[in-house]
């Protein structure tokens, strides 16, 4: 059995005795009533030494398929990115990785000065003036903006775009029920935001509309249009929300020139690892306006009383620990870890990296979209132009099934879009590339997509054989 | 070395220290010359051209971009990012890394943080690729290792806090809030009834009424008695059937066990209210007690205090819930579902689960049994299943630990903090630094800086800068609020007995420093990567991004 603590028993004698107490029970008891301090142990397994519990461990590794084992064509929100060495070396170091919040900035300046710089890049790929040090993560990010929204203008209507993750959409009815707002969500026409039913869905109650880009079927959307419309619609002061892949952004319009107010996103594709889910971190930038408002922490530059350059957490007083039930949200801990791991991404990646990473994308996307367009039973399931993800339509086949039918041939096709978005796409799969899939892989991958379609037509045959 | 030479020589102690038994009173002048350095961020270094990634090449046939991808939809310049190279990364991260102050080097005895020791066996199974690189949308048939996990965690934290129902989601403690009040909020609903107030000490964390107000609730404070404890008198006279849930956390803020929790809870589950417990403290009381015992419904977990996640200079953390039978219906969604092998029937599983169960994610609450755990489900509060990173640390810590292994950890640092709290009062700062309630505590404890203040001029905030130059983490200052200069100080049962020797001399000889010439603390620190900075300056005039030219 492990244990970390450090008291031997002659420590204890030592500690108890200075305390002026004959035992720890005796401690407990002095404070903790007597029908709830318990004699019982809890109901737990004993402890295990670290290479049992390492075993123990890898086991359950073991029982998981997961991008190291197959190729994966799977996205939907996090990608399978290549994460640089220099992360794993960075983020291990002790100095990043043990201390908490920056509460005492002279002997913080490395955490501090990597939210500066953090904010700087997220500022630069936006083209939006202010950022926060990061948030949890993508779809509570976006429920964080709708609130600004609310705090900024007073409105409780949220109008939102089907095209934006379902798991957003979902968290943001989740907060809005708290925080009092209304829900709208518009449908998408052909892969893309419906515009006139999106311009319908406007009016001047509207707090907030949140567009995501690329949208959860990979369509670009026209982002400049859309929120043009809803300022026409809902008036300067509504606020236009857009979440982003920030990889797409190497490529895309940056939302400070579309029109959009603040722009947020899943932060997981810069240096995280997938880890099931998280943590990765939310990214949040916005106009100037807006700036004390923002959610969490954000680093400022300021002097020492030597005048030396040096940072600090600012603008606290719309922070929950000061301003309390007036806060302007409620996020304390958040994901400075991640972030670190978003900067020296962004800083491996480069001013000239970062769109040739998402060229490279926008190559290969194309290509196999065409190829896999081109297998016979399968279509597209929009013509919308797209960077790194797109989605098809099987009629008449069983997606789910066929996407186990080709990962047992050790390929992870896409997602079956009925998993998680139901009607109208049950017959969709969306297909997510990154640098790490090749020309031969997606070629392997168009032959074993026709292969599966091949045998459950031949099963169905039969059947039908069978049964005339 | 770039030491200002306005700092008398003797001011200068050791930057690094924590557990050292060094002198104190030794002149030295050991500024790593690093930790000196003029800030310049990595926009400021490099020069054009330098990169440190090269993109494959595409294998495809090239295809112009306008013809995919119109003008219009794209960025005509590009961000301004940094062109360094490898080298210059790495040696621009580490030496920044330099300029921090972190747990493996020292003591940070942060109250409410729970800064215990990182293991490294978790960082380890966590970097495993079967964890690491596993996607969240992986079909649960071939994800069976990460949902067992996930399903013992929640059965080990079901059986730590005393409540039988678990949802991993919560990003974090103040996620974890919110999914509690809108938890609460959602059981009084479906019964017709809308309350709006909800109770919350003057010691509770600032993230409990923020969190009140985004959950579209009011906050409604309750006083502390000169015990340290909830007033009842004033609970009393506040709770009616206005009142959707109480938040506490016990111990409370202040280090201090209320002994009249089953009161309390009955109070409030008299006029029909929730008690909602902040699990910050649950440290404390792990194996020794539990939540659910004491009558609270809903718990959070902040897996990166009680169950040790490196804090990543602010994050990630994990904050679970545990819920009563009557709050479960309500939980977000996913659910994890077992069931045994033999019985589980449908497609032929690709993978045969994990040691003779099977795994599934219910996502909808219409899949799910009337009145079992999502089936009126709030939602969601985010994407995914939760920080699953943080899972695989906590789970892999409560398994090495065991029952007794958490029930140990929790007496160390109750017995900890008291021994340091002895410590300090054997060495007379009393006079200057009282406890500012009782004579006990759990695992933490707040002394008030007042007297120290008026009668010496020195304030917290003096006191923790020149902890600084000593080489430790200072303690929470300024929390809780209704403590006059408080100092919450919390040394974690990792800690050793010297270690706390060391500290507590460390603030006896500031104290006796001050007494001689206060000015040394108002000015502290001296040892520092930068001194004390100006923080007005910082928000009048906000500069939160570097200027790029
Ligand atoms: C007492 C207390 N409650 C709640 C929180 C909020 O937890 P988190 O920072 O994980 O959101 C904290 C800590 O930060 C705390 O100390």
């Known amino acids: 059995m492990t244990r970390y603590t450090t008291a031997t028993d002659a420590d204890r004698e030592a500690m108890l005795s200075a305390v002026g107490v004959s035992s720890i029970r005796d401690l407990l008891a002095e404070q903790i009533p007597a029908a709830l301090l318990r004699d019982d142990p809890l109901d737990l397994p004993a402890g295990r030494s670290e290479q049992e519990v390492y075993t123990h461990l890898r086991e359950l590794s073991a029982a998981n398929v997961s991008a190291e084992d197959e190729v994966t064509f799977l996205g939907a929100g996090m990608y399978d990115h290549y994460v640089p060495s220099i992360i794993d070396m960075l983020l291990g170091r002790s100095e990043f990785l043990t201390p908490y919040t920056p509460y005492q900035p002279e002997v913080s300046q490395g955490g501090l000065q990597v939210m500066f710089e953090y904010q700087t890049a997220i500022s630069e790929l936006t083209a939006l003036p202010v950022s926060n040090a990061s948030v949890y993560e993508g779809p509570s990010a976006v429920a964080a903006a709708a609130y600004l929204g609310k705090l900024a203008n ?27 707002s209304e829900l709208v969500v518009v449908p998408l026409r052909d892969g893309a935001t419906d515009p006139q039913e999106w311009a319908a869905a406007i009016d001047d109650r509207t707090s907030v509309a949140i567009v995501q880009q690329p949208n959860f079927v990979g369509a670009v959307e026209d982002v400049a249009a859309l929120t043009d419309a809803a300022k026409q619609a809902g008036g300067d002061k509504l606020v236009t929300v857009g979440a982003y892949d920030p990889i797409c952004l190497g490529v895309l319009a940056p939302p400070g020139e579309v029109g959009i107010d603040v722009a947020v996103g899943e932060g997981q594709t810069l240096g995280n690892r997938l880890d099931f889910g998280g943590p990765s971190f939310g990214f949040f930038a916005a106009r100037e306006a807006f700036l004390r408002r923002m959610p969490g922490r954000i680093a400022g530059e300021t002097t020492d009383v030597d005048g030396r350059r040096g940072f600090v957490l600012t603008l606290q007083t719309r922070e929950q620990h000061i301003r309390r039930e007036k806060a302007t949200s409620n996020i304390c ?45 399968v279509e597209l399931l929009h013509e919308q132009p797209v960077v790194r993800e797109f989605a098809l339509r099987l009629p008449g086949i069983d997606v789910p099934a066929l996407v186990d039918f080709v990962q047992d041939r050790g390929y992870h096709p896409g997602l079956a879009l009925g998993r998680i978005y139901g009607e109208p796409y049950a017959d969709g799969l969306l297909v997510a590339l990154t640098e790490q899939r090749t020309k031969q892989q997606i070629d392997r991958l168009a032959e074993l997509i026709g292969e599966a379609i091949g045998a459950q037509r031949t099963a169905t045959a039969q059947t039908t054989g069978a049964v005339a | 070395m770039s030491t200002p030479t306005s700092i008398p020589e003797e001011r200068l102690l050791p930057a690094a220290g924590g557990s050292d038994p060094r002198p104190l009173a030794a002149p030295t002048t050991s500024v790593n010359p690093i930790q000196r350095d003029h800030a310049t961020t990595i926009f400021e270094k490099g020069a054009p051209g330098r990169r440190s990634f090269v993109a494959p090449d595409s294998g495809v046939p090239e295809v112009a971009l306008d013809e995919i991808l119109p003008a219009k939809l794209r960025r005509a310049t590009p961000a301004r990012l940094p062109e360094v190279t490898e080298s210059e990364l790495v040696r621009h991260y580490v030496r920044l890394s330099r300029r921090n102050f972190d747990l493996d080097t020292g003591f940070y005895p942060l109250g409410s943080c729970t800064m215990k020791h990182n293991p490294r066996l978790h960082e380890r199974v966590t970097a495993l690729p079967g964890h690491a690189r596993l996607h969240p949308l992986q079909s649960p048939e071939r994800s ?30 103040s996620h974890g809030e919110l999914a509690g009040v809108l938890l609460a909020r959602a059981y009084h609903e479906a019964r017709g009834e809308t309350r709006t107030k909800v109770l919350t ?48 956390t016990n111990p409370n803020t202040l280090g201090i066990f209320d002994p009249n929790i089953e009161e309390i809870a009955s109070i409030v589950h008299g006029v029909g209210g929730v008690l ?38 602010g994050g990630p953390g994990s904050g679970p819930i545990a819920v009563s039978d009557r709050i479960s219906p309500y939980l977000p969604l996913p659910v994890i579902r077992r069931e045994p092998l033999a019985s589980a029937n449908g497609n032929a599983p690709a993978t045969e689960g994990f040691e003779g169960f099977r795994y599934s994610l219910v996502e909808h609450a219409d899949a799910v049994p009337e009145g079992a755990p999502g089936s009126k489900s709030i939602g969601k509060l985010r994407g995914f ?71 010496l001029g020195v304030k917290t905030l003096d006191l923790a800068k020149r902890l600084l130059d000593h080489g430790f983490h200072p303690p929470t200052v300024y929390f809780p609020l209704l403590v006059d200069e408080a100092l919450l100080v919390e040394p974690v049962e990792t800690e050793a007995k010297e270690t706390l020797d060391a500290f507590a001399e460390a603030i006896a000889e500031i104290l006796r420093e001050a007494v001689e010439d206060p000015t040394i603390a108002q000015n502290a620190p001296y040892s520092t990567p930068v001194r004390r900075l100006d923080e007005a300056k910082a928000a009048k005039q906000p500069v939160i991004r570097q200027p790029l030219g």
């Open chain 1, 154 to 180: 007073g409105r409780t209507r949220i109008v939102v775009s089907a095209g934006a993750h379902p798991h957003t959409i979902a968290t943001l009815q989740t907060y809005a029920k708290g925080y009092g």
């Open chain 1, 333 to 377: 801990t958040s994901q400075a870890l991640n972030a670190l791991a978003g900067v020296v991404y962004l800083g491996w990646l480069g001013k000239d990296g970062l769109p040739e990473l998402a060229e490279l994308l926008v190559q290969r996307t194309h290509y196999a979209r065409r190829k896999l367009a081109a297998i016979d039973g």
């Open chain 2, 144 to 173: 069976q290792g990460a949902l067992a996990l996930m399903h013992g965690l929640e059965r080990q934290l079901a059986e730590v806090s005393g409540l039988p129902h678990v949802c991993l989601q919560p990003s974090a403690g």
């Open chain 2, 201 to 248: 000490p003057d010691t509770a964390h600032g993230t409990n009424p923020a969190t009140v107000t985004m959950a579209g609730l009011e906050v409604v404070k309750v006083a502390t008695n000169p015990d340290g404890g909830v007033d009842l008198d004033d609970l009393r006279a506040k709770a009616d059937d206005q009142v959707a849930l109480i938040m506490l």
């Open chain 2, 276 to 313: 909602y417990y902040d699990g910050a403290n649950l440290n404390a009381i792990m194996g020794i007690t539990r939540p659910g015992d004491m009558g609270f419904d809903i718990v959070h977990f902040n897996l990166h205090k009680s169950f040790t996640q490196p804090h990543g200079g």
């Open chain 2, 385 to 455: 299943q939760g920080n699953y990173g943080c899972f695989v640390r906590s789970y892999t810590y409560i398994t090495s630990l065991g029952a007794e292994g958490l029930r140990d950890a929790s007496e160390i640092a109750v017995l900890n903090a008291n021994y340091l709290l002895a410590k300090l009062q054997e060495l007379g700062v009393r006079e200057h630094l009282p406890l500012a309630f009782g004579t006990r505590c759990m695992h933490e404890f707040v002394l008030s800086g007042g007297p120290m203040k008026r009668e």
